[in-house]
């Protein structure tokens, strides 16, 4: 594509150099950047493309867009001096790739929690009403049964735009995108059209990033609103959520809200919650529909709820609704159950908030149970304040605690574990603090009696831990499965020793 073609549709203050150069493509890391690319230098949390805007010229760059007028005009190649890097980045993408979110019907879902079991409840339902479908989150990015990693819950514009042009040349007509807050204040959606969004709560989390809660919602709030020029054509609102209820009056489009308050446009009729499934039925627009969902928990109640809104904005029938809630099985991570055949149970989540922590304990301690030993801990170079609380919420609905690292990155593990005690040291649990993650679930099973139920939280899918130096290989419902199949031999040796 011509340079100057492209920006003919987007806005800049100012051009420098021979802007009818032809792009092959569009680079954000000057690591990328191959022969004939348009890089755009942005400033990152912990570094400036502006650094390396030499570097993007001498692997090949045609043209530079930054904030700040370079010197890449001298180096013979286009500079673009713009007003905002990343939204120029994400207006960019989507001329250069022809806008494939305009090809696509998409289903926005933000909120701290819940974002990813709502994404895969609507893959599903897609599913059932026989529409090819893609998937972004946290978990990865999936068309159809093909799925690779992701960097970031709601990958860069360009990435992103990347991913939805493949989808449409795969046959797609639908997809379930989250978009974090990170997403949403560094522009990494900004103009893609949504044909539904979903806000599912607001609870303390990543206050390292945004100063306070009011920041939080505001970045939350700007997929609803003209401001991030995201197109929402409809609303799926939380209004039990107090920051729910806030922006059905502060959305710039049409809301449709749920919740229990029967005073939501979709609403609990009916609540029997199962060991391992939950029978539900819903008052919605459409009239009652009735689920046999298999996920447990009031968090899953509101993300069926929130997943049904969506559909049903989508025009599909309650029938197309039922069958796909029904047909999910699970979620990698989220209430994972760990089975290899013992005589205690072991769940495995991704609850990494103070919110999301108190919800999980809740869900299990309505299961049939003897103890509930919890192995939890909470992540480095991440909100601090956030770690005393869920260390008071493990120690007031916990039996046992194992308190151990999560992702400390490049904090000081023993350092992160203080911060939890001073909460933990509040509650009547019992509690150990085992900085090794393998040696706390270890702990933690080897304690573990007829009856009990052993809680692994804060990691769920992921298959990784970062440390200070390196990431290395960790999957939590692996690592159990493993340490419980050597307890159970270790069992049979001894019977066997006694015999």
């Known amino acids: 594509m011509l340079l100057s073609n492209a920006l003919e549709r987007i806005p800049v203050i100012d051009c420098l150099g021979d802007v009818g150069v032809r792009i092959s493509g569009i680079s954000y890391d000057s690591r990328s950047v191959r022969e004939g690319h348009l890089f755009v230098a942005v400033k990152g949390e912990k570094t400036d493309g502006n650094r390396f805007v030499q570097q993007a010229i001498r692997s090949g760059a045609a043209a530079v867009a930054s904030e700040h007028m370079t010197g890449a005009a001298q180096q013979k190649v286009a500079a673009i001096l713009v007003e905002d890097a990343r939204r120029f980045l994400a207006e960019i993408s989507r001329v250069f790739f022809d806008d494939p979110a305009e090809k696509l019907t998409l289903t926005a879902i933000t909120g701290t929690n819940g974002k990813t079991t709502t994404s895969y409840l609507m893959e599903s339902i897609f599913e059932s009403a026989g529409l090819r479908s893609c998937l972004i989150g946290t978990i990865g990015m999936k068309i159809g049964d093909r799925s690779c990693e992701a960097r970031h819950t709601t990958p860069e514009a360009p990435d992103l735009t990347i991913f939805l042009k493949q989808a449409v040349e795969q046959g797609c007509t639908h997809g379930a995108l989250e978009v974090s807050s990170h997403a949403l204040v560094l522009k990494r959606v900004f103009g893609t059209r949504f044909k539904v969004g979903i806000f599912t709560n607001l609870t303390q989390d990543h206050l390292d990033f945004h100063r306070d809660m009011e920041s939080y919602y505001q970045a939350k709030r700007l997929l609803f609103s003209s401001e991030n020029e995201n197109r929402v054509e409809h609303a799926v609102i939380n209004i039990d959520n107090p920051y729910g209820r806030r922006l059905v009056s ?250």
Request: charged fraction near 25%.
């Open 250 to 499: 502060e959305t710039d489009c049409p809301a449709m809200s749920f919740g229990f308050d029967a005073g939501a446009a979709i609403h609990v009729v009916r609540c029997e919650n199962h060991v391992d499934a939950t029978d539900l039925t819903l008052k919605t627009p459409a009239g009652e529909i009735t689920f046999h969902a298999h996920m447990i928990g009031k968090p899953n109640v509101y993300n069926v709820m929130a997943a049904t809104g969506a559909a049903l904005c989508q025009g599909l029938a309650p029938e197309q609704i039922r069958n796909g809630v029904e047909a999910l099985r699970g979620v990698p991570g989220r209430v994972e159950r760990v089975k290899t055949g013992q005589d205690f149970s072991v769940i495995v989540d991704y609850a990494h908030s103070p919110d999301a922590l108190e919800n999980l304990l809740n869900t299990i301690s309505g299961l049939p149970h003897s103890r509930l030993i919890l192995v939890f801990g909470c992540g480095g170079d991440r909100d601090k304040g956030k770690r005393p609380i869920m260390g008071e919420i493990a120690a007031g609905m916990s039996d046992l605690v194992v308190a151990t690292s999560d992702n400390p990155r490049s904090e000081d593990p023993l350092q992160i574990l203080r911060d939890i005690e001073a909460g933990l040291s509040k509650g009547p649990a019992q509690y150990v603090v085992e900085p090794d993650r393998r040696k706390a679930i270890d702990s933690a099973i080897s304690l573990a009696a007829p009856g009990d139920v052993v809680v692994i939280a804060g990691k769920g899918h992921e298959n990784y831990q970062i440390l200070e130096d390196r990431t290395v290989p960790f999957d939590d419902a692996r690592i159990a499965e493993e340490l419980i199949r050597k307890r159970e031999l270790e069992r049979k040796d001894v019977n066997t020793d006694c015999s």
